[in-house]
Nanobody, 126 residues
């Protein structure tokens, strides 16, 4: 069974930093992408960032560009989300996702991902 296990969420003050991790139990594809989405209270889930595990290309939502960085350890099937300069608008449940993707182009739609993690809560206090 394929599983995505996230960790690293928690409570942080505005301006602070957090690092989230997500490990895929076993890749089901030779070329795949992993991404992060988030869902704030009362809002729909939205795209944050994605990375091609094969090509290393990354893409970010405008709202996090310059503050968040996604990185990968392909040998461990793990991605990391480094979040800096967090603000209260970053309070959300953060979800990791993975899916087959043959090219370096960004995968920004949740519909293009096949597997999802359980989510990890990030709370940013003002």
């Amino acid at each position: 069974q394929v599983q995505l296990v996230e960790s690293g969420g928690g409570l942080v003050q505005a301006g602070g930093s957090l690092r989230l991790s997500c490990t895929l139990s076993r890749p089901t594809f030779s070329n795949y992408a992993m991404g992060w989405f988030r869902q704030a209270p009362g809002k729909e889930r939205g795209f944050v960032t994605t990375i091609s595990m094969s090509f290393g290309s990354a893409y970010y939502a405008d709202s996090v560009k310059g503050r968040f960085t996604i990185s990968r350890d392909s040998a461990k099937n793990t991605v990391y989300l480094h979040m800096n300069s967090l603000n209260p608008e970053g309070t959300a449940v953060y979800y990791c996702a993975s899916g087959d993707h043959l090219t370096p182009s960004p995968v920004t739609s949740g519909d293009e991902y096949d597997y999802w993690g359980q989510g990890t809560q990030v709370t940013v206090s003002s």
